[in-house]
């Protein structure tokens, strides 16, 4: 399925108060919040999720199944059809796998994988001929802090979501000389789905008292978690950025602490702190 810009579409109605964004996952979490958030501001939002139709306020949701080629491009054919163009894409879409590296399915691991990290690649490889025929655009992948350091039985979460890190890099130094803007957004915790849809693999007795142990420590972050509307507002700061950087942190202090501590610490150092910081052996 071929996909052209359109460059004679009237824009005189949708889109003319702002940019025309697509957001994937944006039926809940930090998705819908920056979708809202965005649309509220006079963009044209597109919002996209497994199942969804119609608008969500004044977000127009469209069917996307990232983990599928045919419908990645059949969502952005729609939004070309309607807007003519398209201005920002944002990749929220994924979910976590929460069990310890050894005990983990692969089949878990693969689809894991498949939404969080190969979802991400496909919205980018069928976004950029439009962007590169427009010269200009701006790609935001979500990654999080678990994109910086993994923990323990997040392995699998992060190994995703280390691959997104990677890849945008790749990709904002390729892209740049089409006038197309690429940045990552690492959160921490915040209030979102991705906690009650966790897929949690059941540890054998090797890991039983471990593995409960940090997922208290885990429950307590996320209860106390922050509004992801923080997350909507950095977004909003990136897009109306001419140049903006390349990773941009968002969360708890306590949290985001684990970046700057990482680079300057040796490695013994850092893990000590992390053992401190969690209940690890």
Do not use: W
Not at 108 to 113: E, K, R
Not at 119 to 127: E, I, S
Request: proline share 4%.
């Amino acid at each position: 399925m071929d996909i052209k810009v359109e460059e004679s579409v009237d824009r005189s109605g949708e889109g003319k108060m702002g940019k025309i964004i697509l957001i994937t996952g944006a039926s809940s979490g930090i998705g819908a919040a920056c979708a809202r958030y965005l649309a509220d501001r006079g963009h044209t939002v597109y919002g996209t999720g497994r199942k969804v139709s119609g608008t969500a306020g004044a977000v127009k949701m469209i069917v996307m199944n990232v983990d599928s080629d045919a419908s990645v491009k059949r969502a952005f054919k729609t939004v070309l059809d309607k807007a003519g163009r398209i201005d920002v894409v944002v990749n929220c879409a994924g979910f976590a796998v929460m069990g310890s590296v050894e005990e983990t399915p692969i089949a878990d691991a693969h689809a894991q994988m498949e939404t969080n990290f190969f979802g991400v690649l496909r919205v980018c490889q069928a976004v950029m001929p439009i962007m590169r025929s427009q010269g200009e655009g701006l790609i935001v992948n979500i990654s999080s802090l678990g994109g910086v350091q993994g923990l323990p039985f997040s392995g699998l979460y992060s190994a995703t979501k280390f691959a997104v890190e990677g890849m945008t890099e790749a990709l904002r130094l390729e892209a740049a000389a089409f006038g197309i803007r690429v940045a990552l957004v690492e959160p921490g915790d915040f209030r979102s789905a991705l906690a009650a849809r966790r897929i949690l693999v059941k540890p054998g007795a090797s890991y039983g008292s471990f593995y409960k142990k940090l997922k208290e420590a885990q429950d307590k972050d996320e209860a106390k978690a922050g509004d992801p509307i923080l997350v909507a507002k950095l977004l909003e700061k990136i897009i109306d950025s001419s140049k903006p950087t390349l990773r941009h942190s968002v969360g708890m202090l306590s949290q985001r602490m684990i970046i700057p501590l990482k680079k300057i610490l040796p490695q013994r150092i850092f893990e000590a702190i992390l053992r401190v910081a969690l209940p690890i052996k």
